[in-house]
């Protein structure tokens, strides 16, 4: 089965600046969905960034113009920059495949942002 996991989370300062990856392991066979998710303390778990077949890509509009989401040509790793952060972003991020009707995610990582 597909594992999932992500790193690159930690501590910045407002207006910083961090990229997470999402490396997987195992068999992803034909196209397939990715995102990435977020969760903050007390909140429900909201879509923050998804890639879908044919490099279309689409963004939350709390994020639209700071993140990017992308992956590398073989579709193993899978980025989420995040720039001109604020404290509003602080929550932990989980990586998300969708293939046929399997999904997968990751364990999360923490991004923490504060002066």
């Known amino acids: 089965q597909v594992q999932l996991v992500e790193s690159g989370g930690g501590s910045v300062q407002p207006g910083g600046s961090l990229t997470l990856s999402c490396s997987a392991s195992?068999?992803?066979?034909?196209?397939?969905?990715m995102g990435w998710y977020r969760q903050a303390p007390g909140k429900e778990r909201e879509l923050v960034a998804a890639?879908?077949?044919?490099?279309?890509?689409k963004l939350a509009d709390s994020v639209e113009g700071r993140f990017k989401i992308s992956r590398e040509y073989a579709g193993k790793v899978m980025y989420l920059e995040m720039n001109s952060l604020k404290p509003e972003d602080t929550a932990v991020y989980y990586c998300?495949?969708?293939?046929?009707?399997?999904?997968?995610w990751g364990q999360g990582t923490q991004v923490t942002v504060s002066e």
């Open positions: 998300n495949i969708r293939v046929g009707s399997a999904e997968y």
């Open positions: 195992g068999s992803i066979l034909g196209f397939f969905v």
């Open positions: 890639g879908f077949p044919g490099g279309v890509t």
